[in-house]
């Protein structure tokens, strides 16, 4: 039908769009701008000609961990040993 349902408060309104400017002429791919975490769910692709085809995706979206932290624990003698640790939120 030319057009994206977004669903009820998604806000996603302003971040998708097709890919192709006409999707009746054989790609209705969407472009998902901006992505959120609250973005992750199940999408699902219906595509009415003769028949109807339906196809769902599941994205999966996660933030980027933090910058980590890292330190020494050990003596630093040439021909020692030290442990490198790091961690990140």
């Not at 791919?29 to 992505?35: M, P, Q």
């Amino acid at each position: 039908d030319h057009h994206v349902n977004y669903g009820s408060g998604s806000g996603l309104q302003d971040r998708v769009a097709f890919v192709q400017n006409d999707p009746s002429q054989h790609d209705a791919s969407i472009r998902l701008a901006d992505l959120q975490v609250s973005d992750t769910g199940t999408y699902q692709c219906r595509v009415k000609k003769n028949t109807v085809a339906v196809h769902e995706v599941i994205v999966t979206v996660q933030e980027k961990p933090a910058i980590p932290q890292c330190w020494t624990e050990g003596e630093l003698i040439i021909g020692g040993s030290i442990l490198l640790r790091c961690y990140s939120r």
